[in-house]
């Protein structure tokens, strides 16, 4: 663990731990400390439940595609390789913005969920493409919060990064179900201007 190799002692390991937990966005949710996202509507007592509320209460600061900085949301490809080359596209944005140009290698669980549940389609509407921008999340957030206003469970749409992929964003935690864990992968950072590779 990243906090073990920076602890003096083991006392200054259980501060770092105090910390951790202090600001930590899955644990704050569980207590009702966030904005966007009630206990109400996080899951307990079931298997992955902290992967599943953490997708909810981790947010990026600017947001996602359909979600904003407050609520997160579920999101999935129905094809392996699209949910790659999502998550590859984010991980190596991260690595741009901090201008990391060294090889890195950082691993992936894969988990598959079960859903059953009605989900807007905004495939094959040409009337929600500012929704796939692929600079800018300004309709689709708009977009996302409009629906969840109205009780969406959650949106299916196209891959951006992947052509030809179909992805999901779930709204709602209780609707993620069975999830079991899959493979896990390697995603291999070789430096700015270059793709990033998956290996098992």
Same mark, same amino acid.
């Given at each position: 663990?990243?906090?073990?190799?920076?602890?003096?002692?083991?006392?200054?390991?259980?501060?770092?731990?105090?910390?951790?937990?202090?600001?930590?966005?899955?644990?704050?949710?569980?207590?009702?400390?966030?904005?966007? &996202?009630?206990? $109400?509507?996080?899951? =307990?007592?079931?298997?992955?439940?902290?992967?599943?509320? *953490? !997708?909810?209460?981790? #947010?990026?600061?600017?947001?996602?595609?359909?979600?904003?900085?407050?609520?997160?949301?579920?999101?999935?490809?129905?094809?392996?390789?699209?949910?790659?080359?999502?998550?590859?596209?984010?991980?190596?944005?991260?690595?741009?913005?901090?201008?990391?140009?060294?090889?890195?290698?950082?691993?992936?669980?894969?988990?598959?969920?079960?859903?059953?549940?009605?989900?807007?389609? &905004?495939?094959? $509407?040409?009337?929600? =493409?500012?929704?796939?921008?692929?600079?800018?999340?300004? *309709? !689709?957030?708009?977009? #996302?919060?409009?629906?969840?206003?109205?009780?969406?469970?959650?949106?299916?749409?196209?891959?951006?990064?992947?052509?030809?992929?179909?992805?999901?964003?779930?709204?709602?935690?209780?609707?993620?179900?069975?999830?079991?864990?899959?493979?896990?992968?390697?995603?291999?950072?070789?430096?700015?201007?270059?793709?990033?590779?998956?290996?098992?």
């Amino acid at each position: 663990m990243a906090l073990m190799r920076i602890a003096d002692t083991g006392a200054h390991l259980e501060d770092l731990f105090d910390l951790d937990d202090a600001t930590n966005d899955r644990l704050q949710g569980e207590r009702d400390l966030l904005p966007g &996202i009630g206990r $109400d509507e996080l899951v =307990a007592g079931i298997p992955y439940a902290s992967i599943i509320n *953490a !997708s909810f209460c981790h #947010a990026p600061p600017e947001g996602s595609r359909f979600n904003d900085p407050d609520r997160g949301a579920w999101y999935a490809g129905f094809e392996l390789e699209t949910s790659q080359t999502e998550v590859g596209f984010r991980k190596s944005r991260c690595y741009l913005e901090v201008g990391w140009e060294k090889e890195d290698v950082v691993t992936y669980d894969d988990y598959v969920a079960n859903f059953d549940a009605d989900f807007h389609d &905004i495939r094959d $509407d040409a009337a929600f =493409a500012p929704c796939l921008a692929p600079a800018s999340y300004f *309709a !689709s957030q708009g977009l #996302a919060m409009e629906l969840l206003t109205a009780g969406s469970l959650g949106i299916v749409y196209p891959s951006v990064r992947a052509p030809g992929g179909t992805c999901l964003a779930c709204f709602r935690p209780a609707l993620v179900g069975n999830v079991r864990q899959s493979k896990a992968w390697s995603f291999v950072w070789r430096g700015s201007g270059v793709a990033p590779m998956w290996r098992e």
